[in-house]
């Protein structure tokens, strides 16, 4: 599995950015996927996971409703729109395959993340 | 919602046993499961725990993972200590509205 993020920068208070994510070496369209952030010195904040087939998407209250996930699986793409951001956004962004389901043995359901990419850095800086 | 809380570091040494926990504020432990990731500094996260305690492939068995209902925590033990252990270690859940939550993570010193 292999995940390549670009697209951050350096982008003004109330701007907006695109990112995105290129997999390969797996079958794309079956994996669920996420971004998640690390804001400088700080730990691990999950933003957003998209679904692989029905393209469900699920959000982080810090962004929902500024930011959107989307995914072109013909192009072996994720994306994440960031409108509105503000300095706290700051941050490197990760993509990761994100296994999501419902083991119906256990009786739960699992959400969590397998393989990360490099990351980008994204600056909300005046 | 809940809070994930582990120790902000620990240290050992070399070839010892070390144990991570990760708290969680409210609701049970074992309702959900827990996740652990290594990031090493300068790299990005890398899965060593999901699922309470299966190893992603390649993750070396020296890697466990536990939950203890008794003390609502998860832990992370990493026995025969290397060097190259040195990281911070982040333990994730969910809540029941599928948001994904981590902790602040744990900086291992292996001294």
């Known amino acids: 599995v292999q995940l390549l993020e670009s697209g951050g920068g350096l982008v003004q208070p109330g701007g907006s950015l695109r990112l995105s994510c290129a997999g390969s070496a797996f079958r794309f369209s079956s994996y669920a996927l996420s971004w998640v952030r690390q804001a400088p010195g700080k730990g691990l904040e999950w933003v957003a996971t998209i679904s692989a087939g029905t393209d469900t998407t699920n959000y982080a209250v810090s962004v929902k409703g500024r930011f959107t996930i989307s995914r072109d699986n013909s192009r072996n793409t994720l994306y994440l729109q960031m409108n509105a951001l503000r300095a706290d956004d700051t941050a490197v962004y990760y993509c990761?395959?994100?296994?999501?389901?419902?083991?119906?043995?256990?009786?739960?359901?699992?959400?969590?993340?397998?393989?990360w990419g490099r990351g980008t850095l994204v600056t909300v800086s005046s | 919602n809940f809070m994930l809380t582990q120790p902000h570091s620990v240290s050992e040494s070399p070839g010892k046993t070390v144990t991570i926990s990760c708290t969680r504020s409210?609701?049970?432990?074992?309702?959900?499961?827990v996740q652990w990731y290594q990031q090493r500094p300068g790299s990005s996260p890398i899965t060593v725990i999901y699922e309470n305690n299966h190893r992603l492939s390649g993750v070396p068995d020296r890697f466990s993972g536990s939950v203890d209902t008794s003390s609502n925590s998860a832990s992370l033990t990493i026995s025969g200590l290397k060097t190259e252990d040195e990281a911070d270690y982040y333990c994730?859940?969910?809540?029941?509205?599928?948001?994904?939550?981590f902790g602040g993570g744990t900086k291992l010193t292996v001294l």
């Open positions: 409210s609701g049970s432990i074992a309702s959900n499961y």
């Open positions: 990761a395959t994100s296994p999501q389901y419902y083991d119906t043995l256990t009786g739960y359901y699992s959400f969590y993340f397998d393989y």
């Open positions: 994730q859940s969910y809540d029941s509205n599928y948001q994904r939550v």
